[in-house]
């Protein structure tokens, strides 16, 4: 019974081996296309421009991350946050709110990029004229900064 | 039918030698004969010895099957650990410049003094250009 069970570990292990020495390559050209994506947003000057730089942030935020899971959560975050900001600047905060739930549900520890989803939450919220929901978030993102600074103070 | 008027002629000596040979051969042979019993008792221990053999390597090779996929199960669990840390990997930085430039936009924002919103990106963008690198540093 123990004799299939070790053939399962070594097939598993075997893949897993495989996939740990093909990563570096692949996180290598993901980070390559965020890198793409957020040029593009960079760039972006018109409402179609910068539309089209939101989904291209959109596709890569959809795309299965390649590398390290905490650096690319925290770069998914990122492309959520960015992607919110540049509907928010088109004018349609509700989408830009919608991006910010996703980008926070990737990862709900605290960390800076949590802080700055929060802060576009009360962007958005602002946009919408709920400024108490704006204040509190805002008020969260203080209690997650405060924590993350302490931490810093704590190990420099 | 035999002939009673035939008679055999006398052995040489050589056949004589050669008979007295073999007839004192057959005397002694009941000397190298085993009795019935030390038959059985030899032939008991032979068995014994037999089986204890057969037994010993019957074990060693139930021994062989029950244990070689405990070193392979381990080295398994082993090179599964160390996929799952490569993939794990190591945390992103913290960005404690992100954090200072934060913590200066929140503040103003929530006591209404005028909001840097440029240094929060500048930052952001700094700390996006760290996240990226240490995706593409070799591991």
Redesign the interface.
Known sequence: MTAPLARVCLVLALASTLLACASPEKARSYAREVRKAHAKADRAKTADQRLAAAQQLGVMFDRPPQGPRSTTSALRQDLADRAARLHLDLGEPERALEWVEKGREVDPSPSVLQANLLITEADSLIALGERDRARQALLHAVEINQALLNVELENP | MIDDDVVEPAPTDAEREELERAGSLLSSAAHFELSPAAFARGRAELDQLLLRKESKHQERRFRF??L???P??L??????G???R???????P???E???A??H??TA??TGAPVARKD?DRA?RR??KD??A???A??
């Open positions: 099957r029950v070689w996929p405990l392979a199960a080295a398994a669990a082993l090179l599964v160390l996929a799952v490569s993939k794990a990997g190591p945390p992103p913290l960005g404690p992100l954090a200072t934060q913590n936009f929140l924002e929530l929060l952001t700390y996006r996240l990226l240490s995706l593409e070799p591991r």
